[in-house]
């Protein structure tokens, strides 16, 4: 029963975040963090408590990592 419950947060939020992209900027994971600068983000990141994928010289974050951050 427990499980269902967690499968059913992780359909709130996925619900909650529907007008963000699929994969997401540091800018745009800083707003829906609630953080008050990328460094927090970006620290994180480095720290592996962030998954992300890096295209170049950018980190990119797809929204189902932050779903699971905050979710479970």
Known sequence: ???SNLHLQFADYKKLF???PDVLSVEE???LLGFKSQT???R?????RIRC???G???MIPKEYLIK???I
């Open 57 to 59: 010289r950018s980190f």
């Open 1 to 3: 029963m427990q499980v």
């Open 53 to 55: 994928l890096k295209v």
């Open 18 to 20: 529907v007008n963000y």
């Open 44 to 48: 994180r990141i480095h720290q592996h």
């Open 40 to 42: 927090a983000i970006i």
């Open 29 to 31: 994971a800083t707003t």
């Open 69 to 71: 951050l905050i979710g």
